[in-house]
């Protein structure tokens, strides 16, 4: 069984910062994952894509309005990924999930962390 843990949501204003962390652990050895990503639910919406990294290190954004802002990278662990939130808008306001794949065993979500972006 595979356990992902996202941390470091908050509620801050527009223009500030955060970093969200995400550390995945399991009973049995992991292969680093085939993709890390990052993934939000805006109030009301559907799940959307933010970022994903590679296993071999290659970053992808989605969506206009997160490039320049946002930065997704590996971890202190090869299985573990953040993703830095700059420059929030309130339109950043969603709940932020990571997710892990490996292509032979399927995908892993964790539980998600709250970003809320309000003046």
């Known amino acids: 069984q595979v356990q992902l843990v996202e941390s470091g949501g908050g509620s801050v204003q527009p223009g500030e910062s955060l970093t969200l962390s995400c550390t995945i652990s399991?009973?049995?050895?992991?292969?680093?994952?085939?993709?890390l990503g990052w993934y939000r639910r805006p109030p009301g919406k559907r799940r959307e894509e933010v970022a994903t990294?590679?296993?071999?290190?290659?970053?992808?954004y989605y969506g206009s309005s997160i490039k320049g802002r946002f930065t997704i990278g590996r971890g202190d662990t090869a299985n573990s990924v953040y993703l830095q939130l700059n420059n929030l808008r309130p339109d950043d306001t969603a709940m932020y999930y990571c997710?892990?794949?490996?292509?032979?065993?399927?995908?892993?979500w964790g539980q998600g962390t709250q970003v809320t972006v309000s003046s």
């Open positions: 990294l590679t296993a071999g290190g290659i970053a992808h």
């Open positions: 997710a892990a794949t490996w292509t032979e065993t399927g995908t892993f």
């Open positions: 399991s009973d049995v050895n992991l292969d680093i994952a085939n993709v």
